[in-house]
C-alpha cells in the first residue's frame, strides 16, 4: 500500500489537477475520499486473493487502488475515456488489473472476462460505486444476467438502497424491492455521508450487499411480466390491492367475480395494501391471474 492513497482529500485534488479533470455532473461522478469506507465495501464482499473482482466506473482509482491491493484480478470497466490514462498511469504497478473501456450496460461480459467465459471457477465479486442516476438498470441487468456473481456490493443513494432492502410493511417496500430480494439475499453493510466525497454529493450514500441466491424465492413462467405485474399493483400505493388489481384487469363484472374466487381462494384480503404482501403471496397471485392476464391482453 503506498503512503498516500488516492482516496485521500490531498491526493484526489492532486490527481485532478494533474490531469486537469473534474467531476461531470452528467455522468453522476463524485470522489470518494475516505479509504475506512473502501476497506469497509472489500471486508462487505469477502474480498481476497481468490477473488476476482468486476469494478464498475473506477474513475481516478480510488476504490481501484485497494481491490488490486488484496484481490486475485480487477476487471476495471470504465466510460469515461478521460479516466482511463489516469488507471493505466497510476495504478501501473499492479499487473493484475485490466482497465477496460466499455459501458457496463451493453458489453458482454462473458466475451470479456476469461474466468467467466471458461467456468474456471474463481470467487466472483461485482463492486462499484454507481452513478445514481444509473443504479438500477445496472443492477437490474446484472441480477437478469448469466453472470455467476458470489455477490455484489455496491456504494448508491441512501434512498435507493434502502428501497432496494426494504422488507413488507415497510415504507420503502415496493416493485424494486420484490425484483431484488427475488434473486439476492440484500443488506445494508454501511451508510456513508455526503462529505466523504469531492465533490459532495446532495444526498448521503450506502453501500447495499447483494449476494446470489441459489435459485430465486419465486420461479415463474416470465420473469419480466411478473416484474409488470408486480409494479402495476403498486401503483397507485395509497389505495387498496383491489383498487390496484381493478386497474390491471379492469372492471368487468366476471373479471370482477374471478378476482373475488382467486383472492379468497389464496387468503388474501382485497383490503390490503400492495405493501403488506410478501413475494411468495406475489407469486401465487401472478400465478392465479394468469388465465386474466392472458384474456386481458387478448381483448386488448
Known amino acids: 500500500m ?5 482516496a485521500t482529500p490531498s491526493r484526489t485534488r492532486e490527481i485532478l489537477r494533474k490531469y486537469g479533470l473534474d467531476a461531470k455532473k452528467s455522468l453522476g461522478q463524485n470522489f470518494l475520499t475516505d479509504v475506512s469506507v473502501l476497506n469497509q465495501m472489500l471486508d462487505a464482499g469477502g474480498i481476497d486473493d481468490q477473488t476476482v473482482v468486476i469494478e464498475i466506473g473506477p474513475g481516478i482509482g480510488a476504490l481501484t487502488e485497494q481491490l488490486v491491493e488484496v484481490a486475485k484480478k480487477v476487471y476495471a470497466f470504465e466510460i469515461d475515456q478521460r479516466f482511463i490514462p489516469v488507471l493505466e498511469e497510476e495504478l501501473s504497478d499492479y499487473s493484475n488489473l485490466e482497465v477496460i473501456h466499455q ?28 452513478p445514481y442516476y444509473i443504479t438500477t438498470p445496472i443492477i437490474m441487468r446484472l441480477i437478469a444476467s448469466s453472470i455467476p456473481f ?144 392472458d384474456c386481458s391482453e387478448k381483448t386488448n
Open 103 to 130: 459501458d457496463i450496460l451493453t458489453v458482454e461480459l462473458q466475451e470479456v472476462i476469461p474466468e467467466i467465459k471458461h467456468h474456471s471457477g474463481e470467487r466472483i465479486v461485482v463492486v462499484a460505486n454507481l
Open 2 to 6: 503506498r503512503d498516500k492513497p488516492i
Open 150 to 293: 458470489d455477490c455484489m456490493v455496491l456504494m448508491m443513494q441512501k434512498e435507493v438502497a434502502e428501497r432496494m432492502a426494504a422488507g413488507p410493511n415497510t415504507k420503502a417496500y415496493g416493485s424494486l424491492s420484490i425484483a431484488v430480494m427475488n434473486h439476492c439475499q440484500q443488506d445494508i453493510a454501511l451508510i456513508v455521508p455526503r462529505t466523504v466525497f469531492n465533490p459532495a454529493p446532495n444526498v448521503d450514500s450506502a453501500v447495499l450487499c447483494l449476494t446470489r441466491r441459489s435459485e430465486p424465492l419465486v420461479k415463474v413462467d416470465n420473469e419480466e411480466a411478473f416484474q409488470t405485474f408486480v409494479k402495476a399493483t403498486f401503483q397507485h400505493r395509497r389505495k387498496t390491492l383491489w383498487n390496484n388489481l381493478m386497474s390491471v384487469f379492469g372492471k368487468d363484472k366476471t373479471v370482477k367475480s374471478k378476482l373475488s374466487i382467486i383472492l379468497e381462494q389464496l387468503g388474501i384480503d382485497p383490503k390490503r395494501r400492495p405493501e403488506s404482501l410478501t413475494i411468495s403471496e406475489f407469486g401465487h397471485l401472478y400465478e392465479a391471474t394468469s388465465p386474466l392476464r
